[in-house]
């Protein structure tokens, strides 16, 4: 069992920055990738950023460059530190930790709310 909790979200104006960060505690030896994804109002929820286990990290096209995806495995957290942000990335941010094996739980923090606009 693996619990995530998310903070760090806020309003923001464009070109600004936020630092997200997912706090994840239980069986953590167990998560193969963390990442996040977020939810814009009145769209489906999209994969933003993941890091695995080794180290490797993915983005999505539309945050290359601009977001960046660490962890601090000492405080078994996770970060998105997000700049030059834009109104289109207005959404609710929501942490995910996952394995590799087949059937396994997919867990899921709570979300955090970031609004991008003057």
């Known amino acids: 069992q693996v619990q995530l909790v998310e903070s760090g979200g806020g309003l923001v104006q464009p070109g600004g920055s936020l630092r997200l960060s997912c706090a994840a505690s239980?069986?953590?030896?167990?998560?193969?990738?963390m990442g996040w994804y977020r939810q814009p109002p009145g769209k489906q929820r999209e994969l933003v950023a993941t890091i695995t286990r080794g180290g490797s990290i993915k983005y999505a096209d539309s945050v290359k460059g601009r977001f960046t995806i660490s962890r601090d495995n000492a405080k078994n957290t996770i970060y998105l530190q997000m700049n030059s942000l834009k109104p289109e990335d207005t959404a609710v941010y929501y942490c995910?930790?996952?394995?590799?094996?087949?059937?396994?739980?997919?867990?899921w923090g709570q979300g955090t709310q970031v609004t991008v606009s003057s």
């Open positions: 239980g069986s953590i030896f167990s998560i193969d990738v």
């Open positions: 995910n930790a996952a394995q590799w094996t087949l059937g396994t739980p997919n867990y």
